[in-house]
């Protein structure tokens, strides 16, 4: 059995040594002992064969109203402690020069692909023009507070600090105090959001992210890629170029969320110039201080004058333009007078002095001076630029055809939504060539479509480095973009801004290839894209309408179709994966998911979401964030320059006939069984999910509605909560019992050899059932249901859950889940402990909380021992949505 790494294992000690310390302080040694009590409970049940969990629950059940938050508390506290130190451990300056996190170094990754054929040029030009975009976005899956994550990055430091054997003891002593001081502010701290944060918090959120860790981040592994490419290819990185880009969807993703408006929209771009500005301030006034030589170019002097400091004289110019740009955009914030001249607007302004500097450097010798800090800030500026990161704008396909619905009325044309798909077409190209403006004056149009007016008129006003994409949800037809460029160019758009539909359900990825080749037939609007399209493939609405197989196979297929499509009309096709953090959710291993995309489909150029606790898990900190921007890197190299090969044609037979069966064995649960959603909604903590305020977005698209309007993120936390993890695997458990009774199991482990995709997919299907425990959702069951029919569905789950973990076993000939992961199993084993108090006492407080909400009033206690709950069960899982 592996064991926790000895460092590893310390760090948590330590860590957990001094939480305890602050319990003792305060509420006391009381309550110190019986956490303790609740912890040897919790495991030696764990050790008993049985896990009956009998011990810990009735000590539980034992605790005062007063006691339970204190207990709640301290697990969900230990919890994130014991992350902190994993996180840190995967980064940590190891003595013995090794780390779990498998991150192979990009020179390795060079080596392979030359060894295995590809050419020094081939390599050069793949990097030079690679595309790899991650886009944050305010999905509402981050529990901590962002007090809390800043006092948890002070620890890290902490931890840092003491990972020196040369600390004389007083060195170390100072650290240990600072280290209890933060774990003792983060105990008296309250870990629940109690208001929800607005649209415009959750972005100053993302650039925070990019202040705290990107900022730092992404120079270093730009510096790294350039001298890995130097010694593979003898040629490094181009200056201008800029592989990695960084998008947001906070304050731009108004699909399902009315707080997104223009008015936040607005705020938004601006927030981002005012957090550039300054910025880019900061690296100006360094450099003014490291820049002090006297040799410059003629082109430098002519710029700078008869100045002896030639290099500070232009840094000063531009310092002066980043402050009037910083209090420009400050004033615009504030909707206050706002004096715009001499401010730097085009990214252009902001790079080309620098450039010139570097030039300059070059000319007179003084590379090493050049290629420090300077070269550092014009990464920055050719990635960031002064809008800081490029906010894609989201919304549903509907909205956009309304508001040219209402135009088209009021200028008595007929009557736009009863229009066949070819009349739309027709109109649309018409306006589109035609001069004349579609815009009535005088016009008043209702609310929504001002709205959506308005919006175009924000993103109108931008610079293209400062846009990202406009994605269309429920986008279907040529139509759906049409009316997106036509809406904006009405609103004074000058170039063409990317536009993006985005196809979720089951049914829109089978029809994604055929939207796109009609749209591609039309001859205007290749034109216009310039032979560039991005599409998104959604994950998160695909998993939940169809069960997480068939869902991964309709996304695969699309991918397949649509890559296809896009070379035969001559397109250069950039898919965008909606990816979420979960399974069920498309979450998983970010380099096995690129690697096992269909070949072809990533082409140079790759998109993807982050979202909630993934960023802060993936780029918190600026050595994990150079960690995972290696690892997303490589994977794109890689899969570019070495696809995996196509599958084989019974391969595909043996994906339609597993899906056919796991498709309707997930329906016939989700959607047709009458007990599924009671079930549901009595098991899960899904209706008190809403008293966590995660995020700025409504849990449900729709006020009222059953499982099939809420949203994917609830769904996917819900079933975490209570350890079923129902979507992840419902459906697959009858395709792989069908497969093993007749005998196709050689056949499966033939794909699993042979074909990433679907080895990938069975890899995430064992982390799931590894995460899944039937004694706990059996308790669940047990405590919150009173309905025999309901119990009866949960008991025929659970047989099936456990069918499946066997049915796996046998597929991967193994004896036990995770046995080629040990360390990911020992790192479960050990949050069991933790986790499992928090689920007894959740099921218990949800049952009190409802019982209470029938007589209309829940004690504030249980109310916010239940939200504890909830968060450390989340930490402990190590995702929630």
């Given at each position: ?14 860590l ?14 009381e ?23 009998q ?5 539980l ?5 007063d006691e ?7 697990f969900?506290?230990?919890?994130n ?26 020179s ?15 390599l ?5 023009g690679?595309r790899?975009e991650f ?18 990055d ?8 003491l ?8 060195e ?24 929800r ?13 990019i ?14 890629l ?15 170029a ?10 731009g993703?108004?699909?399902g ?9 607005r705020k938004?771009f ?24 006297w ?6 002097r ?35 007078p ?28 003084l ?5 420090g ?15 800081l ?15 040219v ?28 060539q ?7 004056r ?10 959506v ?6 993103v ?28 904006l ?6 170039f063409?801004m990317?536009v ?65 499509v ?13 990816r ?5 959710r ?14 072809g ?14 960023i ?8 994990l ?10 994977a ?9 090969p ?15 069966r ?5 329906r016939?649960?989700v ?20 008293k ?50 007749e ?10 050899q ?10 995430m ?12 959702a ?33 597929l ?8 080629h ?5 020992h ?10 108090p928090?689920?007894?006492?959740q ?19 249980v ?5 504890v ?13």
């Open positions: 059995m592996t064991e926790l790494h000895p460092d590893l294992r310390e760090n948590v000690r330590m957990g040594e001094l939480l305890g310390q602050s319990i003792q302080r305060h509420p006391g040694q309550c110190f002992e019986l956490i303790e009590e609740v912890r040897a409970a919790a495991k030696s049940d764990r050790r008993k064969e049985s896990g009956s969990g011990r810990l629950i009735s000590l059940g034992k605790l005062r109203d339970l938050l204190p207990v709640t508390r301290a969900n506290q230990f919890l402690l014991a992350n902190l130190a994993e996180q840190y451990h995967g980064i940590r300056r190891r003595r013995d020069h090794h780390s779990d996190l498998k991150v192979e170094p990009l390795e990754v060079f080596e392979r692909l030359k060894a295995n054929g590809t050419s020094a040029d081939a050069h030009q793949c990097v030079a690679m790899l886009v944050l976005t305010a999905h509402p899956t981050e529990v901590a507070r962002r007090t809390l994550i800043m006092k948890y002070e620890m890290s430091d902490c931890l840092s600090s990972d020196h054997d040369d600390l004389l003891p007083s170390r002593e100072e650290i240990i105090g600072r280290l209890s001081r933060l774990v003792a502010e983060a105990w008296h701290t309250d870990e629940i959001r109690h208001e944060p607005t649209a415009v918090d959750e972005a100053k959120w993302g650039f925070a992210v202040e705290n860790s990107l900022w730092e981040a992404l120079p270093r592994f730009l510096g790294e350039d001298a890995s490419l130097q010694e593979a290819t003898g040629r490094g990185l181009p200056l201008q800029s592989p990695i880009r960084i998008a947001s969807w906070m304050g993703d108004r699909d969320n009315p707080n997104v408006t223009h008015e936040v929209t938004v601006l927030l981002g110039r005012w957090m550039a500005a300054d910025l880019f301030l900061r690296d100006i006034k360094s450099l003014r201080a490291e820049l002090s030589m040799q410059a170019s003629d082109e430098l002519q710029l700078a004058g008869d100045s002896r400091e030639p290099y500070r004289q232009v840094l000063a110019n531009l310092r002066d333009r980043l402050i009037k740009t910083r209090d420009w955009a400050e004033a615009s914030i504030n909707n206050e706002a004096d715009a001249n001499g401010i730097l607007f085009e990214n252009e302004d902001l790079i080309a002095p620098l450039e010139l500097c570097y030039r300059s450097l070059t000319e007179c010798g590379e090493h001076i050049a290629e800090a300077l070269l550092d800030t014009i990464r920055r500026a050719h990635t960031f630029g002064l809008p990161i490029r906010l894609d704008i989201r919304q549903e396909a509907t909205r956009h055809a309304e508001a619905a209402e135009m088209v009325e009021f200028l008595g044309l007929g009557d736009y939504l009863s229009w066949s798909e070819k009349e739309r077409q027709t109109f649309l190209l018409s306006e589109l035609g001069r004349r403006p579609l815009v009535p005088n016009w008043e149009p209702s609310a929504p479509v001002r709205e007016l308005d919006t175009c008129e924000v109108a006003r931008q610079t293209p480095e400062a846009l990202g994409s406009y994605v269309i949800s429920m986008a279907s037809q040529p139509s759906d973009v049409l009316s997106v460029i036509l809406l160019r009405e609103s004074g758009m000058t063409p990317r993006v539909p985005l196809f979720e359900t089951l049914d829109d990825l089978r029809g994604a290839p055929d939207s796109m080749a009609a749209l591609f037939e039309v001859d205007w609007y290749r034109e216009y894209c310039h032979g560039q399209q991005e599409v998104m493939i959604g994950y998160s609405d695909s998993s939940k309408d169809a069960g997480q197989l068939m869902a991964a196979w309709a996304q695969y297929q699309a991918q397949e179709k649509l890559t296809q896009a070379t035969q009309y001559g397109i250069h096709l950039t898919l965008f994966h909606g979420g953090g979960t399974v069920g498309g979450g998983g291993p970010a380099n096995s998911a690129i690697l096992s995309q269909p070949p489909s990533v082409n140079g150029s790759f998109r993807i979401t982050e979202q909630g606790e993934m802060r898990f993936k780029f918190g900190l600026p050595r964030a150079v960690q995972s921007l290696t690892l997303y890197t490589s794109v190299i890689e899969a570019t320059l070495a696809p995996p196509e599958p084989e044609d019974n391969w595909r037979e043996t994906m339609d006939w597993l899906t056919e796991s498709l309707k064995a997930y016939e649960v959607r047709e069984n009458p007990d599924f959603v009671p079930y549901f909604r009595q098991v899960t903590p899904e209706q008190a999910l809403g966590l305020a995660l995020g700025s977005r409504p849990a449900r698209r729709k006020a009222t509605g059953g499982v099939e309007s809420l949203r994917a993120i609830p769904w996917i936390f819900a079933w975490t909560q209570m350890r079923l993890m129902l979507p992840s695997w419902l459906g697959s458990d009858v395709a792989l019992e069908d497969a093993a009774r005998g196709r199991l050689p056949v499966l482990r033939e794909m699993m042979g074909w990433p995709f679907f080895k990938t997919y069975v890899d299907l064992e982390m799931v059932l590894a995460k899944a425990d039937l004694r706990i059996g308790y669940y069951e047990q405590t919150l249901l009173d309905d025999d029919q309901l119990r009866s569905l949960g008991d025929s789950l659970g047989k099936r859950l456990e069918a499946c973990v066997q049915r796996l076993l046998e991967k000939e193994q004896s036990e889940l995770l046995e992961e040990p360390v990911f199993a790192s479960m084993r050990v949050r069991n402990p933790y986790t499992d928090l689920h007894y006492l099921a218990e407080l949800l049952k009190r909380d409802r019982e209470n909400d029938n007589q209309g009033e829940v004690p504030d206690l109310e916010q021992a239940l939200k709950t909830m968060a450390g069960i989340s930490a402990g899982m190590r995702n929630t949505g």
